[in-house]
């Protein structure tokens, strides 16, 4: 992490909020010493996947400079957000750092013509002074993402199609040359038929343009088919983390395993699938409020030890992951859980990528 240019980094984030009484203390840790950097030469996708609260939107919060973490530090290209006060200062990170959101239909109110934001986007970071010399940059960015202005032009919201006006959402980010995208769920509302083709945009951009991209989302399909390296987030810690290949190729925590041996079949066009049969509200709760793992209610080798005590992050079969499953001294100390198979221990690690 030392020496090499990171274009973010982000560093023992932890964001606690009061909830009442429910939890001990009353206070819920949404993202919990969440670590991980991305290279400034070397532009990726970074997935951060996970069930519905897990912290996912939380911790893009914080990378958005939208909520100060209660612990850790996130650095973008070597400036310390926390240090960000003046307007100019907040106006040039929003610049270089772009987000996507999950409803185009709260980005884009319905009774504005969708081509008025990408005028004023481009006019508001500087790359045009009016809407003339904002058109061809406007029609540029529509061009990245497979539309124009011509098609456009005139439109409302709902006078696009749901993976039109995404496009349209893409192409907005792009308008003020972003260094960095930020999309949580981009594609969760967009039909299932049109989600490659908004996530491949993703790829493009970083081949083409050299941008990185944070790609949150509960939809690993898209996740493995369109990122680099993966964290899988479950009520805020990171369980699991590394080359996308590793962690879905061939998942080692119990709760990776979980999430992709739920992954819809192709024939399920519906939205959310995953997250539904888990019973949310009640077990969200329970699981926050677990001092050892946060999965140890439901993961099938659970031992004592995890649900008393934090798993430290493990360097496993190059990536990481935070179980005692893969540890020698509980291993050893448990061994009737070695017998389920492809259990290999592992080194302790810093639990940053
Ligand atoms: N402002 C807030 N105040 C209190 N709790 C919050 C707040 N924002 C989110 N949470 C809680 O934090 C947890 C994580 O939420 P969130 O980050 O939205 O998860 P995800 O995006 O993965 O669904 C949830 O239990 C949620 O209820
Ligand atoms: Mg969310």
């Known amino acids: 992490m030392n020496g090499e240019k990171k274009l973010l980094q982000v560093d023992r984030v932890t964001v606690s909020f009061h909830v009442g009484g429910f939890i001990a203390g009353g206070r819920l840790l949404a993202v919990n010493n ?5 290279d400034a030469e070397r532009p990726e996708i970074f997935a951060v996947a996970g069930e519905s609260g897990s912290g996912k939107t939380t911790l893009a919060r914080v990378l958005l400079h939208d909520l100060e973490p209660t612990q ?7 400036r310390d957000l926390s240090t960000i006060k003046r307007r100019r200062d907040a106006m040039e990170f929003m610049r270089k750092v772009q987000p996507v959101f999950q409803n185009p239909f709260e980005t884009f109110s319905p009774l504005r013509r969708v081509e008025d934001y990408l005028f004023e986007t ?8 009016n809407r003339r010399a904002a058109a061809p940059i406007v029609d540029e960015a529509l061009h990245q993402v497979g539309l124009s202005l011509e098609e456009v032009r005139q439109r409302y919201p709902h006078e696009l ?7 349209v ?27 490659m083709s908004i996530v491949n945009l993703f790829k493009k951009l970083r081949d083409e343009q050299k941008v990185s991209v944070v790609y949150i989302t509960h ?3 898209t996740a493995y088919y369109i990122s680099d390296r993966i964290a899988i987030m479950l009520r805020g810690v990171v369980v699991e983390s590394g080359p996308v290949e590793k962690v879905l190729g061939n998942p080692l925590h119990p709760y990776t395993k979980l999430l992709q041996e739920s992954v819809p079949k192709p024939v399920v066009t519906e939205r959310e699938q995953w997250a539904r049969p888990i019973n949310l509200g009640a077990m969200e709760v329970k699981e ?12 099938p080798h659970v031992m004592e030890i995890c649900k008393h005590a934090e798993p430290p992050t493990l360097e496993v079969e190059g990536r990481a992951v935070k179980c005692y499953l893969y540890g020698e001294d509980a291993a050893q100390s448990n061994p009737s859980s070695r017998s389920s198979g492809n259990l290999s221990s592992g080194n302790l690690s810093s639990g940053k990528l």
Do not use: N, T, W
Not at 72 to 78: A, D, P, Q, S, Y
């Open 34 to 38: 969440v670590s991980f950097s991305l």
């Open 72 to 78: 850790g530090r996130v650095v973008f290209e070597g």
């Open 122 to 129: 481009a006019i508001q970071f500087g790359r045009a002074k």
């Open 161 to 167: 199609s749901g993976g039109q006006i995404q496009r």
């Open 169 to 195: 959402s893409v192409a907005r980010a792009l308008i003020p040359q972003p260094h960095l995208i930020l999309a949580d769920e981009p594609v969760s509302m967009v039909d299932a038929s049109l989600r």
């Open 219 to 221: 939809d690993l399909a």
């Open 288 to 299: 926050y409020g677990r001092v050892g793992c946060k999965f140890a209610g439901r993961c």
